[in-house]
Structure formats: C-alpha cells, structure tokens
C-alpha cells in the first residue's frame, strides 16, 4: 500500500500537524518508504494469532476510585503558556 | 592521588566510605570534566549548584554512617527524566523550557540511595533516533575516533548523550531509556555497559513517554558491576504505573562472578545475516568462546520470527508515539504559536515544535491507527509481536538461559552519514536489539573488542524475563575476558 498527496493532508490534518504545499511530496516519499518497508509483514501467517496487548503477563492493576492528589493548581499551571486565575487560556472556541 | 573521574562506581564507594575523598570533591572532579568536553555536547544542563548543595548534604550523611547505596556518587540523567524544578525537554523545542513540579520515579529512588546529580543528558528528540542527531539541541559527539582520524562519529542514541558522557568520564553512570535498543545500541559504540531491563522492572513514571508498551528505563556505565549497583536503585515497584510489577529487587551486584557453569547460552543463526561485517561475525564467536571457557554449554537455536521484529516495531513504536505525543498541543505547556483558532493554534504548534524524525513518526503512526487501516497494519504489527515473543518463550523453555547476540550489525559511523535519504536505513541499526523490546524481556550490551578501525563493539546478551541477574553473571565474564576500553583523550 501506498499514500498519495490528499492522503498526506489528511494524515497531516489527523495529527494536528500544518504541513504546507511543499512539504507534502518529501512527507509523501518518506511515509511511502516506511510503508514499503513494513510490507513485509504481509508474509507472515497469523492466521487464530492472539494480537500481543499486555507485555507482562498480568492482571491490570486498578486503584481505589478515590481522590488521592490535588489541591495543587499553580503546580498545574506554572508551565503554561498563556493563562489566566488558574485557568489555560484558548483561542476563542464558541462565538 | 589518581583522577577520580576514572574510578568505577564500586572504587569510589570504597573510596568515600574509607574517606580518602569527599562526595564534593569527587563531584568538583566531574564537573570540571563537564565543563572541559563541552565540544562533545553530552549535557544540555549542567547543574553545578545543586549538584554541590546534594554533595555536601551526602557528605554530611556519609559522616554520620548514615551513606545509602549511592551515597556521594556523581550521576548524568538523560533529559526524559523529569526532574523537579530543574529544565527537562525530551531534547524537543516543544517541550521549551519545561520545569516539572514533580521527580521521576526512577531518580527519586537514586536520591534516596545518595547519588548526586551533575546535570541533564542531550538525547534524540522524544527518544527517537538512532544516533542522537534529532536533538533539538544538536548531535552528541562520540569521544571515540577511528585511529588516525579526526571524523566526527555519533555516540549511538537515543541515549547519546548518557553514553558519550560515562565513556568520556564525565560521570559515573547514566539513566537512560531503551525503546528500540536507545541504550544497548549507544553503549556498543562507545564500550560502555547498557542494561535494558525487563518491562516492568523499572517504573516509566515520570519520564517522557515514547512508545508505552516498549520504554523501559536503565543504567549505562563503565562496568558490568557499576551497572548492577545502578540497576538495584533504579528498579522496583511503583503503583504510579501500573505495568510495574510488583516483585522484589534482588541484590545485582551479587550475581557478579558468579558461576556460569553448565549454563546454556542460546546462539540464534536468524541473527547471522546476508552480508555481516567479519569482524562482527568474529567478535561474536570470541564471545561465545569466552563464555564456551567459563564452563557454559553453546546451543544454536532458532527465532524464526526475528525478520519481522524491526517492521513490526516500525508500527506499533509510531502508533503508540502519535497518542502519547497529542499531548503536546500548546495549551497546558511547552511551545505556543498562537493563532486565530484552536485547531490552527495545535497544527501550528506541533508544526513548529516537532523536529523531522518525530513529525514523521507521528504522521505514520496516525495512519496506521486511523480507519480503515487499523486491522492491515496495527493488529497484524500486534499479532507478529505475539510470535516474536513466542519464539523466545520457546526458546527458554528448552532450558536455555540466556542469548547471545552482536548488539549492533556495525560500529560508530559519522555525524550525517546515515539516513540522510532513507530513513530506514538508520532503523536497521536496531534490528539485533529491537526484538527484545518486542518481547519485553532484559538485555545487556558489554563491550568485547574494537574493529579493524580502532573502534569499540559490543555483544548483547538477552534474559529470560526479569532474569537480569543471569545476564549480569554472563556479562562479567565478557568483561573479564575482553578486558575495558577506554578512549584515548582528544577533547
């Protein structure tokens, strides 16, 4: 499988990463190599193959639905860019 | 009275305890080390302050016979780690200028066990490179040359910077990171020790995630027992990360000289490949003669699967980095581009803030997850990981201890040699070290001799899960046969 140009845009705009016009050729040859590469996958027999989801055989372990932290918000803002009362500032999101 | 920055880890302890020297001064040993290899652009913070203020107060402690394990033992962290209230950036720009309000699990345990920190190691960005030439702030260089050259050569990565430094006895031991090989593939270029532990073993809390299922933190240093004595603070159970297991934390150091007698040392022929430098090929029947001599038994096995560890790793690597990595938007820290909109404000700022290598790695992964190409790619990735692990389980349970691999198919190579045009072809530099994170299981890089060029090379020895005393037995008798290397001083 390969990706064309309208795909890189798309991926691109999936990821929330601003790819401009010249830039979209060089991403497409890149991800074509890539994908090239992980072709060889497709010989492989996984025919009634579990697919790997935990790497160490155990159970996930859960914690008490308690509060257990906070009560720290200039911690939690301390490294934002724009903020405002303890608030993250945005762009205007709702007119 | 010898340089102290050329002691290991084990001569210092001895050192500080019978106080023929202080933390302090063992630490004013490294930092002017620091601040003299400059060039090789191993640290991207130095903390000489605080480095100091924590040396006295472990002096002051050592005094009192109240010294922990690593009491006074000057330290790199590689800048995945976060540590409080001191700059941490995943070397990435859009990180910035990031100061945690919180320490990693794995370097809080060092500062409880007394170690002192010299400052931040340079990496690849995110932990994503092979030759630590992704760093936003710039490449590693490697103290070791090829004889009569001046080439700049890469220290290896992701863990460069952590590698080139302990080579260069810029500090005692390293943390580092291991997703694909970023701490076994850089300790082979520069004849260091790099421990990646089981998954599990040593808590991801606190530092920058890559790929989750793959990252586990380790040590590199200058032996095999100065990385035992590192392993044995830095792991351990944590319930702030719930793929951490809870078992004990055996003493390391102890399986140091122990016998290897009838054990039996796995060779995997999948890992002999078309075109293998000779040397390479020689080095590791050297290895297995040594270990062949110390009394264990040589068996060739196979892992049928071993092909398809470096594209599978290529799936699920990126597609684990593309979620880990939505986080960084511009909003709660790090970059901001500001924009008109909030969708604008996100493109904008991943745009500016990802470096080439990660812009690449998060588009792929976002393919390989989006619709309708989940099953093709990212299952199927899923279910040959399966198989991976499954030869190795197969293996072990044919009663084999331990495996014996080359740790990289070729030593150091030159600032921009590679992967200029294909990216694929820095991955392969991965290709004996990736299976073992495909299977979650504990490896080591040892170094074992130098090619025809001067240049050092490593063999790799993998465990059985959360075996990495077996491996660190195994590993002192590669470095007792092969003796240590260290690189002339040019810098």
Redesign the interface.
């Known amino acids: 499988?390969s990706?064309d140009a309208a795909?890189?845009r798309r991926?691109?705009?999936?990821?929330?990463?601003?790819?401009t016009e010249a830039e979209v050729p060089h991403?497409q040859g890149?991800?074509n190599?890539?994908?090239a590469?992980?072709?060889?996958?497709?010989e492989?027999n996984?025919d009634g193959?579990?697919?790997?989801?935990s790497?160490?055989p155990?159970e996930?372990?859960k914690?008490q639905d308690v509060v257990n932290d906070g009560e720290?918000p200039d911690?939690i803002?301390?490294?934002?860019?724009?903020t405002q009362n303890h608030f993250?500032l945005?762009?205007k999101?709702v007119e | 009275m010898t340089d102290l920055t050329s002691l290991t880890i084990a001569e210092a302890r001895e050192g500080l305890a019978s106080k023929s020297f202080t933390s302090l001064e063992l630490t004013d040993a490294h930092l002017a080390a620091i601040e003299a290899a400059r060039s090789l652009n191993a640290f991207v913070l130095e903390t000489p302050d605080q480095a100091r203020a924590m040396a006295r107060a472990v002096d002051a402690k050592i005094a009192k016979g109240e010294g922990g394990p690593l009491a006074g033992i000057p330290l790199g962290i590689k800048d995945l780690f976060a540590t409080r209230d001191v700059r941490t950036t995943a070397c990435s720009k859009i990180l910035g200028?990031?100061?945690p309000?919180?320490e990693s699990t794995v370097t809080s345990q060092l500062w409880r066990d007394g170690a002192v920190m010299l400052g931040k190691l340079n990496n690849d960005e995110f932990a994503m490179g092979s030759s630590n030439e992704t760093s936003c702030f710039g490449p590693v260089v490697n103290p070791w040359r090829r004889e009569g050259s001046n080439t700049t050569l890469v220290p290896g990565g992701s863990s460069g910077g952590s590698a080139s430094a302990v080579a260069a006895l810029l500090c005692m031991g390293a943390t580092a990171t291991d997703t694909g090989g970023s701490i076994r593939q850089p300790a082979a270029f520069t004849a260091t020790v790099g421990v990646k532990p089981?998954?599990?073993r040593c808590s991801r809390w606190g530092i920058v995630a890559f790929a989750s299922?793959l990252d586990q933190a380790g040590p590199i240093a200058r032996t095999v027992r100065d990385s035992a004595i590192l392993m044995r603070s830095m792991a351990g159970h944590d319930?702030k990360d719930?793929?951490s297991?809870?078992i004990g934390v055996p003493d390391y150091e102890a399986a140091i000289g122990k016998s290897v007698k009838g054990m039996k040392i796995g060779i995997p022929k999948e890992y002999r490949l078309d075109g293998m430098p000779a040397e390479i090929e020689k080095l590791w029947s050297e290895g297995a003669a040594w270990l062949k001599a110390a009394g264990a038994e040589l068996v060739e096995v196979s892992l049928p699967?071993t092909?398809?560890a470096l594209?599978?790793y290529?799936?699920v690597a990126p597609a684990e980095a593309?979620s880990n990595l939505?986080r960084y938007?511009?909003?709660?820290?790090?970059?901001?581009v500001p924009?008109?909109?909030?969708?604008?404000?996100?493109?904008?700022t991943?745009?500016e803030g990802?470096g080439d290598e990660v812009?690449?790695r998060?588009?792929?992964g976002?393919?390989v997850l989006?619709a309708g190409?989940y099953d093709?790619?990212y299952?199927?990735?899923?279910?040959?990981?399966?198989?991976i692990?499954k030869d190795f389980e197969d293996c072990f349970a044919k009663g084999i201890s331990a495996i014996l691999t080359p740790a990289t198919p070729s030593a150091a190579f030159g600032v921009g040699e590679k992967g200029g045009a294909?990216?694929?072809e820095m991955?392969l530099n991965d290709i004996f070290t990736v299976t073992v994170n495909m299977a979650?299981l504990p490896g080591i890089a040892v170094p074992a001799g130098k090619d025809a060029q001067g240049l050092p090379l490593g063999l790799q020895l993998i465990g059985r899960?959360f075996d990495e005393e077996t491996l660190f037995s195994l590993g002192e008798v590669v470095e007792q046969a092969a003796g240590r290397f260290t690189p002339p001083r040019w810098w």
């Open positions: 499988m990706v795909t890189v991926i691109a705009h999936l990821a929330r990463i601003a790819v991403l890149e991800l190599t890539m994908l590469f992980v072709e060889q996958l497709s492989v996984i193959v579990e697919p790997m989801t790497v160490t155990m996930m372990k914690r720290i911690d803002v301390r490294n934002a860019p724009e993250f945005v762009p999101v | 200028n990031f100061v309000p919180y089981t998954y599990g299922s319930p719930t793929t297991v809870d699967h092909k398809y594209p599978a290529y799936i593309s939505a938007d511009g909003v709660r820290y790090g970059l901001r924009a008109r909109s909030i969708g604008e404000l996100y493109e904008n991943r745009a990802f812009r690449r998060v588009m792929i976002t393919y989006s190409y093709a790619y299952l199927r990735a899923q279910k040959v990981r399966t198989l692990k294909d990216p694929v991955y979650g899960p």
